[in-house]
């Protein structure tokens, strides 16, 4: 694992965004795994000043999110979809057509992660995948449990990812009990990871993650075993760490 300490937020969402601005210059047709919640939405500011600079294009550009909230339709607020339109694709030359999330609309939850899966493998996998992490540790909606789960599957999320949720809803009853999300293989799949973090908050799970054992109660752990994976963090996430300078 690369450790990347950032001093702030800024600094943290400059490095990441570059590292993604990087995969396209080298290959304006690759593939990009995307992530939702609140630590990415910088990088994809800066995503967009370098599209908006003349920097790069996401013309040819294909992605595919980690995950989606099952039984929210495509324009609820709170959908990834609906994110990452709001945060990304609106303000790019992104064809809609090469954007992917998982079809939470979809109530047939094992044709939905199949679909999803065989999506990924045709596109030729991913190229770079960015995450963040959960306070519990996960990564995608992959949470804490006894294994680590391959495949695109169902997950019924867990109380603390339920109640760091609900600040974006308007009340906890409202936050999806279930979503669907990319399993660890296809994210271990990906040539690079680049994954954030920032906060005091982040600092057990970031710390579990780059000096724990490999547990599937921290899914991030496994990311010790890809070849390629580089922690954008800020000093706060990175806090906990005895092995970061
Ligand atoms: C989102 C995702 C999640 C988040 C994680 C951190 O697509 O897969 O794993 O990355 O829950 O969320 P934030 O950034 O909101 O703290």
């Known amino acids: 694992m690369r450790i990347v ?14 590292l993604m601005a990087a995969e396209i210059i080298k290959n304006p047709s690759c593939v990009l795994g995307l992530a939702t919640g609140s630590t990415p939405i910088g990088a994809y500011e800066h995503l ?3 599209y908006k600079s003349g920097d790069i294009s996401f013309k040819d550009v294909k992605t595919y999110n980690l995950d989606e909230y099952r039984g929210l339709a495509h324009d609820h607020d709170q959908s990834y979809h609906y994110f990452m339109n709001e945060n990304l694709f609106k303000h790019v030359d992104i064809d809609m057509k090469n954007t992917h999330v998982p079809d939470g609309s979809n109530p047939d939850a094992e044709a939905a992660c199949a679909e999803y899966d065989k999506m990924v493998e045709e596109a030729g996998g991913v190229a770079l995948q960015l995450l963040g992490i959960g306070n519990n540790g996960h990564i995608g909606f992959n949470e804490p449990g006894s294994v680590f789960v391959g495949p695109t599957h169902c997950v019924d999320l867990t109380e603390s990812t339920i109640v760091a949720n609900s600040r974006l809803f308007e ?13 660890i293989k296809t994210i271990m799949s990906a040539k690079r990871v680049v994954i954030v973090a920032n906060g005091e908050a982040k600092a057990e799970a970031v710390k579990a993650m780059i000096e724990g054992p490999i547990d599937p109660m921290c899914q991030a752990s496994i990311l010790q075993l890809h070849p390629d994976v580089v922690v954008v963090c800020d000093e706060a996430a990175l806090s906990l760490c005895s092995s970061v300078k």
């Open 5 to 18: 300490s950032c001093k702030d937020y800024a600094e943290m969402s400059r490095v990441a965004g570059n």
């Open 48 to 50: 967009v000043e370098l």
């Open 171 to 183: 009340r906890i009853e409202d936050v999806p009990r279930q979503a669907y999300t990319m399993g």
